[in-house]
């Protein structure tokens, strides 16, 4: 199992806690945000492939924003993918 603590850049959290077992998402967790969407996201993809999950978040943008935190998070999932 894997847990690793994200930080995260150019988003209004600070971190993204998650938690991974063979390649599926068990846990997510993140540190400021807006905590309506960031624990909607967390709870959408908790169950979910790793894989599936960087596929539907990754180019997600906030605003006027080149990231968003669901962006953040794909970012998060790669370097665990890439790590195991």
């Known amino acids: 199992m894997a847990n690793i603590r994200f930080s995260t850049?150019?988003?209004?959290?600070?971190?993204?806690?998650?938690?991974?077992?063979?390649?599926i998402v068990k846990h997510v967790e993140f540190e400021g945000g807006c905590s309506g969407n960031t624990q909607g996201?967390?709870?959408l993809v908790e169950g979910m492939k790793i894989d599936?999950?960087?596929d539907k978040l990754s180019g997600?943008?906030?605003g006027f924003?080149?990231?968003s935190c669901p962006d953040q998070l794909a970012k998060a999932l790669i370097k665990i993918r890439e790590e195991e």
């Open 9 to 23: 850049r150019g988003t209004c959290s600070r971190a993204i806690n998650i938690e991974v077992e063979n390649g």
């Open 65 to 67: 924003k080149d990231t």
């Open 41 to 43: 996201v967390a709870r």
């Open 52 to 54: 599936i999950a960087i």
């Open 60 to 62: 997600i943008k906030c």
